[in-house]
């Protein structure tokens, strides 16, 4: 299974664009990259998900290195509520099993 | 609101209890999925039910028993509970399983927080 590697912290000054960065050295040419955040223990939600090229939704972008070995999530205008722990997935296509690693804690700073 | 509800929110049993947690969808998804997530510890996946079948369970103690009697509804029954079974105990939902993004993504539920005493 594709394991991911993030930063355990990272802090962002509001109104700032937070640049959140994923290592997935081992995916594999079908597994897709996924991220969710956690708001101090509510579940998880879901934020984007992408297989090679770059994805935008109306929450985040995520852009992809050509060799798929890592990702960045970008949250373009940072606020106060975006304050949450965010995961980087590379879902297993067996019966879709999501593996949560320890995600990374962003801070956004007034 | 992601349309799974979980209850109770907020649960606290002895150990010779039996409890339930219920998680309902209503998003007219076909997969289910408990998960636990115990203090400074990543999400853990415990069962995987897919069209009503259960499809994987995590190697998770025979204390805990899941049931899913349709595909909008999920039950986890819990019995002779331990100390170290407090957790969030988080429940999804996904419209299926079969390795297309687009039907794979997985949307959760509240949680329900347990406390065992």
């Known amino acids: 299974d594709a394991k991911t590697t993030q930063p355990p912290s990272m802090d962002c000054a509001e109104g700032r664009a937070a640049n959140l960065p994923c290592n997935h050295s081992?995916?594999?040419?079908?597994?897709?990259v996924y991220w969710y955040r956690q708001i101090h223990s509510q579940g998880p939600q879901y934020i984007i998900h992408?297989?090679?090229n770059n994805e935008t939704n109306e929450m985040a972008s995520l852009i992809i290195t050509e060799d798929r070995k890592s990702s960045t999530l970008i949250l373009p205008h940072a606020t106060l509520r975006d304050t949450a722990v965010y995961y980087c997935i590379v879902r297993v296509a067996d019966f879709n099993k999501f593996y949560f690693g320890s995600g990374t804690k962003l801070n956004v700073k007034p | 609101e992601t349309g799974v509800t979980q209850t109770p929110r907020h649960l606290v049993m002895g150990m010779t209890n039996k409890k339930s947690l219920k998680c309902e969808q209503h998003?007219?998804?076909?997969?289910m999925y408990w998960y636990k997530q115990s203090a400074k510890k990543p999400l853990e996946l415990m069962f995987v039910?897919?069209?009503?079948?259960?499809?994987e369970n995590n190697s998770v103690p025979s204390r805990f028993s899941p049931e899913c009697p349709n595909s909008s509804h999920l039950f986890l029954h819990l019995h002779t509970l331990q100390p170290e079974d407090s957790a969030l105990y988080l429940c999804?939902?996904?419209?299926?399983?079969?390795?297309?993004?687009?039907?794979?993504?997985?949307?959760f539920g509240p949680g329900t927080r347990l406390t065992v005493l």
């Open positions: 039910y897919s069209l009503e079948e259960r499809v």
């Open positions: 992408g297989l090679k």
């Open positions: 081992t995916i594999s040419g079908n597994e897709y």
């Open positions: 999804a939902s996904s419209l299926g399983t079969s390795g297309r993004a687009s039907t794979d993504t997985q949307y």
């Open positions: 998003l007219g998804h076909n997969a």
